[in-house]
Structures are given as structure tokens and as C-alpha cells.
T-cell receptor, first 114, second 112 residues
Framework: GESVGLHLPTLSVQEGDNSIINCAYS??????FIWYKQESGKGPQFIID?????DKRQGQRVTVLLNKTVKHLSLQIAATQPGDSAVYFC?????????????FGKGTLLTVNP | SQTIHQWPATLVQPVGSPLSLECTVE??????LYWYRQAAGRGLQLLFY??????ISSEVPQNLSASRPQDRQFILSSKKLLLSDSGFYLC???????????FGPGTRLTVT
């Protein structure tokens, strides 16, 4: 079936280090892949997305890499800060008519140690 | 700029009682609207989505229902709550033709 899953449920890093959060997907028909950050008790916050025809996209301190051969997605956070501590979700977006539907993975908890 | 509101922020309801959660979006027109539920420590499960007034699509069979009486208002309801309805309910919006959805602050529902 269709699924978006994560390799690791938790990740702990030192402040200033780079973080890499991984995600595996199974549906090759996805149009976009999106990363969200969710802090405790809050709604998810959009971080960055990447179209399925791209391999890499960079934002402010974040980079998303897409490897379609192995159906793998990663989010790299440079110089991780305590404020980056949160649960990170990957999601795949597929278009159905005029609507894009998101399928979310289970999430990775990132803890940044000072 | 666009903003999305949800209320109440938290809610404790007994089993068998009715439910009404409201979501409103400001600063945009004709958004696609979504209701998700998130169990503790889990990902988001899409419950309903709407591409226009009065247009509701259900993703998961359940005792919940949704309505969109106005362009920027989305309501999640139940006639009789179950214990399994407890969770974090999130409303989201997006514009047609783009992928990213923007989420509201959520409602924490506890059914006792």
C-alpha cells in the first residue's frame, strides 16, 4: 500500500552540529514531498518542499534531498539550534482532481543538546 | 497575510456528548480546507477535506462529520463522542494548484 515512513523515530544532536532526518516513501506517483516541523502542542509548520522532478532544494539552513531511485527523502539542518528541537514529518503530496492530498509519515523527534 | 484560527484550544467532553470544532481562515479566498486528527506520538490522519462551500469529502469512515457553511469556515462535528475520538485535531488550508498546506494551532480533545 501507499506509505511514507521514517528510518529513525528519534535523533539527538549537539548544538551547532548538522542534523539529517531521513524518510522513505513507497508511492512513485507523488508530485511533491514536504517537510513539516511540529513543536509540542502546536500545529505543523511548513519548512520546505521539493517537486518530484528535482533532486535537491535549499532553504535557509535546510536542504532537502530526493533520491527517486531508492525512494528516499532527507532533510538536512545546518548548525542545529535548540529552537530546532521538534518532531519533523515528511509528507507526500499527490494530486487528485483540483486537490492535493498529503500522506504523512510518523515523525522523527529531534532533540538538540546545548 | 493569511491566518488560520481554531477553537476551542482544549476541550474535555464525556462519552456520548456532541462535538463542534470550528476553523476559520482569514486573508484568502476559496481555500481548500482540511481536518486532520493526530493521536499522541503519531502522524496526521486526514479526516475530511473541502474544495468549496458545501463540498465535503470523507477519508475515513467514523462517527465524525464536517461542514463548510461559508467559504472560509470549516466545522467538525459529532453527535455522540467515543473514547477513541480523543486526540489533537488540526485544521489546514491551501490554495488550489499548490502542494503546501498551512496548519492551525489545533484543538486538544479529551473524551472521558
Amino acid at each position: 500500500g501507499e506509505s511514507v515512513g521514517l528510518h529513525l523515530p528519534t535523533l539527538s544532536v549537539q548544538e551547532g552540529d548538522n542534523s539529517i532526518i531521513n524518510c522513505a516513501y513507497s508511492n512513485s506517483a507523488s508530485d511533491y514531498f514536504i517537510w513539516y516541523k511540529q513543536e509540542s502542542g502546536k500545529g505543523p509548520q511548513f519548512i520546505i518542499d521539493i517537486r518530484s522532478n528535482m533532486d535537491k532544494r535549499q532553504g535557509q539552513r535546510v536542504t532537502v534531498l530526493l533520491n527517486k531511485t531508492v525512494k528516499h527523502l532527507s532533510l538536512q539542518i545546518a548548525a542545529t539550534q535548540p529552537g530546532d528541537s521538534a518532531v519533523y514529518f515528511c509528507a507526500e503530496s499527490r494530486r487528485g482532481g483540483s486537490n492535493y492530498k498529503l500522506t504523512f509519515g510518523k515523525g522523527t523527534l529531534l532533540t538538540v543538546n546545548p | 497575510s493569511q491566518t488560520i484560527h481554531q477553537w476551542p484550544a482544549t476541550l474535555v467532553q464525556p462519552v456520548g456528548s456532541p462535538l463542534s470544532l470550528e476553523c476559520t481562515v482569514e486573508g484568502t479566498s476559496n481555500p481548500n480546507l482540511y481536518w486532520y486528527r493526530q493521536a499522541a506520538g503519531r502522524g496526521l490522519q486526514l479526516l475530511f477535506y473541502s474544495v468549496g462551500i458545501g463540498q465535503i469529502s470523507s477519508e475515513v469512515p467514523q462517527n465524525l462529520s464536517a461542514s463548510r457553511p461559508q467559504d472560509r469556515q470549516f466545522i467538525l462535528s459529532s453527535k455522540k463522542l467515543l473514547l477513541s475520538d480523543s486526540g489533537f485535531y488540526l485544521c489546514a488550508w491551501k490554495l488550489g494548484g499548490v502542494s503546501e498546506q498551512y496548519f492551525g494551532p489545533g484543538t486538544r480533545l479529551t473524551v472521558t
